[in-house]
């Protein structure tokens, strides 16, 4: 009778087969990716100061309502301005691409967060955090989303 009888096919043989498609199929990917654009690569520290200008939001709120007695506010004040401050931290990209607006939004926060410590003035933590959110927006580079 004409029995063929079937080699196995060599391990080795198999490992070389699978390297080479992982390392064609991993080079096709590479090949057909987007090039990184500047938004692309910035908008993670972009959505870091926007969540930092909208912590900023109530802060004249609660620290008016802090001055009229309530510390509840007072606390909610100064915690979201403290957010305001780590979300800027986060936004490390954003310190190399404009280091000027990130120190002026910096010192911005700065300010206002010595406002609200020292418990100034309504009306100077207000213009505190309209100087924040100015140098917020500024510190974001034009054509991102």
Request: without cysteine; hydrophobic residues 50%.
């Amino acid at each position: 009778m004409l029995y063929r009888r079937q080699r196995n096919l060599s391990p080795l043989l198999v490992i070389v087969a699978v390297l080479v498609g992982l390392a064609l199929g991993f080079l096709a990917g590479r090949a057909t990716a987007p090039a990184p654009t500047l938004a692309s690569l910035v908008a993670p520290g972009v959505e870091h100061a926007r969540k930092a200008s909208g912590a900023l939001e109530i802060v004249p709120l609660e620290y008016t309502r802090a001055q009229q007695g309530n510390a509840d506010s007072y606390d909610a004040a100064l915690s979201a301005a403290r957010q305001a401050q780590t979300e800027l931290q986060a936004a490390t990209l954003l310190s190399q691409v404009n280091p000027g607006g990130f120190r002026e939004a910096q010192n911005a926060l700065a300010a206002l967060m010595s406002a609200v410590e020292t418990k100034g003035p309504a009306n100077v933590v207000q213009a505190d955090v309209t100087r924040a959110q100015v140098a917020l927006r500024d510190l974001q580079p034009i054509g991102t989303p």
